[in-house]
């Protein structure tokens, strides 16, 4: 069914490269980049001219480093119409000025963007591999998020989206599903857990419905649908010992 009532699968932010197949109505089939396919309202997306580059990978680009920053359509005025952008999104950088970038959206409308939300880059720029702290950190960041079936911002997680962007930012690019980064990993003893190593549980007979990751001192910070929201666990909390799976590590710098 392709309507805006169909289950949330996943999101995608402002930007993504999105591959596109057959088309229903006012729906497109589409696959991210992270192999993840669902259906998209066609007035969501612009469709690249042949030999046109990707969106913000050439020249400089503004990339969003507040957990919510805002695009404001309109130089001045008030209100002025705007755009809410999350953590992690490309903005192709038109020109600076006093306080501010001018930016050119994805559709080619100019914006602009407080500097104090984002950081000038080259358009090629990728994560650099950081540390087991610093995913730690980046995950506390998030502290209090809400909960939301397939959401992968920070204006609403689910337990694998949260830890799939923690560990993008840091350099680690994993898959979008529990199950996924379950396969992924390899297998950590309960005694030899390290910050940064995820926790995977289930409360079927089969299959990884849970995600956390582990952060020291016996705890697990973790997007909770019962919590209704990114929150810290204790690892011997009696419900999730009784539904605990594994451990698994993906973590490839031996840094700290």
């Known amino acids: 069914m392709t309507n805006a009532r169909s289950e949330r699968v996943t999101q995608v932010i402002l930007g993504t490269p999105l591959v596109v197949g057959k088309g229903r109505k006012n729906w497109l089939w589409v696959t991210t980049p992270d192999a993840y396919k669902g259906w998209i309202e066609a007035s969501a997306i612009r469709r690249l001219k042949l030999h046109e580059p990707r969106y913000a990978t050439r ?28 953590l992690g999104t490309r903005l192709e950088l038109v020109a600076e000025e006093s306080h501010r970038f001018r930016v050119r959206l994805p559709d080619r409308r100019l914006g602009w963007v407080t500097k104090e939300c984002v950081v000038v880059r080259d358009g090629e720029f990728q994560y650099p591999l950081t540390s087991r702290r610093r995913v730690v950190e980046t995950s506390k960041r998030f502290l209090g998020v809400p909960y939301l079936w397939g959401g992968t911002t920070p204006l609403g997680f689910d337990c694998s989206g949260m830890v799939q962007l923690t560990f993008n930012l840091n350099g680690v690019n994993l898959p ?80 700290n």
Do not use: C, M
């Open 59 to 86: 020249g400089q680009i503004a990339l969003v480093t507040s957990n919510v920053g805002v695009v404001y359509l309109e130089r001045f005025g008030e209100p002025r119409e705007s755009l809410t952008v999350t």
């Open 176 to 255: 979008r599903d529990a199950d996924q980064q379950f396969q992924i990993g390899r297998p950590i003893g309960v005694d030899d857990l390290e910050p940064a190593d995820l926790l995977f549980f289930s409360n079927k007979s089969s299959g990884i419905t849970h995600v956390g990751i582990f952060i020291g001192d016996g705890k697990f910070l973790h997007s909770s649908g019962k919590a209704k929201g990114v929150t810290v666990t204790p690892f011997k909390d009696r419900f999730f010992q009784s539904v605990f799976v594994g451990a698994r590590g993906v973590w490839r710098s031996q840094s």
